[in-house]
């Protein structure tokens, strides 16, 4: 019960109606924005008020995440006053989930009637002006995973063959973030996400790459995410938690502790500058 099927199999849409009917009368809300989490970020999840937490083994077609950091509960109820879905932890593809999987809580999303999506992660530092700790706001990204989720069939029920991904991370919803973060005194940065498919760090020839690639930040998520996400016509804000300087940026070994420790110190600022989105939208 507990599997998802990929995006090629003729009953995704079967799959997709399972999990959703049986979703629906469980979160006591018609939730219009998704957050998910990402590694050491799940502090905002306590903040959700008259919260419904169901453990992801309890959905069908979920697996449970197998990553440090991440809780796997989805979390249903109000947060700065709108009707959220708040997923405490993601799929990895470094987990051995295909892209179909890891995807899939935002295929749920859509068939459940959210347009907004809130995607977090942890990143290490790419460009060496970024320090652990900082906020950035995702501008675009660079898909080095080898791979793109909508490859295959397509279903014209779930968007269109050829999505534009020339704003793939809204405008609008930047300039919300960029407000928050004056009203709240937060310091924050702007950049460019690269996803590569781990579970390995990067090397510092690696890293040099992405430097002249035009990376900022990089990571091992989100960028399937979002690309589905827009597919099924979400608006999308991408916030990246630095956590490290990646390798050769920094003189230090990292770790996924590390990395979890720094993110879980900074998540409260994130969960301010994310509240104070909501409230603005």
Known sequence: MNTILGANEVNIGECLAETATYLAPRLGISPEIGIILGSGLGLLAEAVEGAVRIPYGDIPHF??????GH???LVAGLLAGQPVLVWQGRFHYYEGHGLEQVTYPVRVMQKLGVRRLVVT???????PLFQPGETMIITDHLNLMGHNPLRGPNL???????????AAYDPRLRE?????????GLAVREGIYAALPGPSYETPAEIRMLQRLGADAVGMSTVPEVIVAR??????????CITNQAAGVAGHAVSHAEVVEVASRASRDLARLIKGVLAAV
């Open 176 to 184: 919300l973030a960029r407000q928050a973060a004056a009203e709240f």
């Open 121 to 127: 992660n942890a990143a290490g530092a790419v460009n």
């Open 231 to 240: 597919h099924g016509g979400q608006r999308v804000l991408g916030l990246s």
């Open 71 to 73: 809780a796997g509960n």
């Open 63 to 68: 697996p449970h995440p197998t990553v440090a």
């Open 156 to 166: 014209e029920e779930l968007g269109p063959r050829f999505p534009d991904l020339a």
